[in-house]
């Protein structure tokens, strides 16, 4: 099963379920104002699994079932709902397919609110905003924790292709089930009836009946329906590009103050923060959190306020000839945007290791997860980088590893790395660093076995490790925008005072005025985060970007 996903929001009262709670008779008056009453039968059907969810429904007599239906008419009951609870969970703010069945258990009495009717109630009622927001995300912890979805995934940890698929759908939030052949000798029963073979997998059982041999993640988008309710050649106020914690910034500020937004996420929510095992210096969290949750959190703030995020939908190219600004979506329609933000971010830097690029995923990792780290339990690892990544991973991962080797190419830390995190590795019996040291080979048949590190000029030493943790450098996404806006020699965007005259007259500059502060060379175009040249590599300071984009967003959009 998935890792569950800790959802902590502060509590109003101890002896209140935030997971179902029981909604007043003065609430219920509120939500009725906006739906309509309507009698149900026992047995009737409110809502299928796999079918986008139009309705919201609050009880106000009988009861409601949330089922899973599975083989041979076999039913489980995820909740049964009375008087004065409520249906939903995230599904309901995104607009994609619901993970379970509705179906009235005793006939009664239900307020019927249309979807759109209730994300206006979640924006001008802060009092049932809260109560519905947070008990939508503890229902989907709730769901992830029990495996209840409509995916199974079979494979072996030891693929890369299954690891990245655990990922995509962990990240998503959406649970699954997890069959590993190499320890469920019985597997071949389920695949058989597929006509699928072990060396087929990994295999994604997809609604219980569409059968993926090792899709990508863009073939599980579309089959679990994730950007079906999204018109995708609407023209837009602004089009985000790259949902991690700048993007998602400028989504939730743009949102909330009434633009039209659309997120293009070429992958999963969280971007490189979203890998982070846990972030302690994020201000508000003085106990820490993981860089998933706080994405999390920021996603479905997001969806709150209505911004609409594409996920696993990649940018190839942005039309900068004229305005509307056009952007092309891998194998898709061009999406019309009054103005961009472009969030991208910028990506770990591979190590110069001839044969690094067969061992990705089987041995070497850009992320340190609870998936990975379930991967290496009780074994030796290495974790190459001396920024604060590369050491919220090894404290992470000292956890369940044996042994933790922290590899840096400098004398220290003290120059790239807080001062908390030295001192953990400093205090950890299990985490050993070494300075002035390098990996310099890898060896292993279809996953890494071995890896030879050098310091300084002294003999190389081998060791019998099978996983490295590689998180050096950074190299900006860019690659898609094919020289439409002005960068630096390094490839990060160059946006306000950084563009040179030269810059702007290159891009044909057309206003009297200079670039505003995060505008690039092009107006109405933003780059925000670790993509832009000059930027603070802090979550923090990424997510100001973000939110400071959207008042220039607002100036450019008046032009």
Known sequence: MTAPIAITPSRPAPDVDETFPTLTPAQIERIAAHGRVRPVDQGEVLGTVGKVTSQFFVVRTGTIEAVQLGENGKTTTVTTLGPGEFTGEVSMLSGRPGLVTLRVG??????????????????????????????????????????????????SNHSSDTIRIKEFLTRNLHPYAFIDPDRDSGVQDLLDRFKFAIVDTPVLICRGSAVLRNPTNRAIADCLGFNEAIDQVKLRDVVIVGAGPAGLAAAVYAASEGLNVLVVESNSPGGQAGSSSKIENYLGFPSGISGQELTARAYTQAQKFGAEVMIAEGATRLDCTRKAYTIEIDNGPRVPARTVIIATGAEYRKLPIENISQFEGTGIYYGATFIESQLCEGEEVVVVGGGNSAGQAAVFLAQTARKVNVLVRSRGLAESMSRYLIRRIEESPNIELRTCTELTALEGNGHLEQVQWRKDKEPAETRDIQHVFVMTGAAPTTRWLKGCVAMDERGFIKTGPDLSPEDLSAAKWPFARQPFLLETSRPGVFAVGDVRAGNIKRVASAVGEGSIAVSFVHQALQE
């Open 106 to 155: 005793e006939r009664g009495e239900l307020i019927a609110v249309e979807r759109d009717d209730l994300l206006t109630l979640i924006q001008t009622d802060s009092e049932l905003s809260e109560i519905f927001v947070r008990a939508f995300l503890l229902r989907r912890a709730k769901l992830v924790a029990g495996g209840f979805g409509d995916v199974v995934l079979v494979g």
